[in-house]
Every structure is written in C-alpha cells, then in structure tokens.
Nanobody, 121 residues
Framework: QVQLMESGGGLVQAGESLTLSCGVS????????AGWYRQPPGKQRELVAT???????NYADSVKGRFSISRDNTKNTVYLQMNSLKPEDTAVYYC???????????????WGQGTQVTVSS
C-alpha cells in the first residue's frame, strides 16, 4: 500500500497563492486516483479536488476556478495549486489515494497528518 505525505502549508494573506505537495512512497502508477481533502476548524472533512490516473480532474464548487490539482508521475507527487485564497480556505489539508466507485471518489489510503493552511484577512 502506498503512503502519502503532505507538505507546503503555511500562513498567507487573502488573495495570495500556495502550492501543496503530496509525496507518494511507492509507485504512483498503482494509484487509480488521488484526492485532496480539507478539514476547517470545528467542521467536517470535505473533498476538495480529485484527479484520475488519466488526468481527469474534479473540484468542489467552493474552490472551482481557484484551485488546480495535478500529478507529476516522474516525481511521484500530487500537487494542489491554490490561488486567490480566502480566509474560509483555512483548514488542515490531506491527500489520499483512492478510486472512483458508483457514489464517487473513495479514499483507500491511510490518512496522514495533513498540512495546515491558514489564510488571514
């Protein structure tokens, strides 16, 4: 089973950009799909973006047009580019490996510690 580790979080001001990285230990080609989740303080975890092995992407409405998920197979890394950040984007961000089933994306990797993103107004 592959393991994933998030990095790249930090404190930024509203309107700025940040890129999160998800390092994959093992062969990234064994991953059917990857997804980024986030958990704002005091709220439930939510799916933010997904990418299939073939590169098809999908985004939550709240980040559509601002966030971009990508994968670099040569570096065994999945990225989340976040632009025009808002205070409501403040959360711990997690990356996962998973698959798409009838009900949508299903993560099947262990949850890591995540990376904190804080956006000040």
């Amino acid at each position: 089973q592959v393991q994933l580790m998030e990095s790249g979080g930090g404190l930024v001001q509203a309107g700025e950009s940040l890129t999160l990285s998800c390092g994959v230990s093992g062969n990234i080609f064994t991953i059917n799909a990857a997804g980024w989740y986030r958990q704002p303080p005091g709220k439930q975890r939510e799916l933010v973006a997904t990418i299939t092995r073939g590169g098809r992407t999908n985004y939550a409405d709240s980040v559509k047009g601002r966030f971009s998920i990508s994968r670099d197979n040569t570096k065994n890394t999945v990225y989340l580019q976040m632009n025009s950040l808002k205070p409501e984007d403040t959360a711990v961000y997690y990356c996962t490996a998973g698959s798409f089933i009838s009900t949508g994306y299903y993560p099947n990797s262990r949850w890591g510690q995540g990376t904190q993103v804080t956006v000040s107004s």
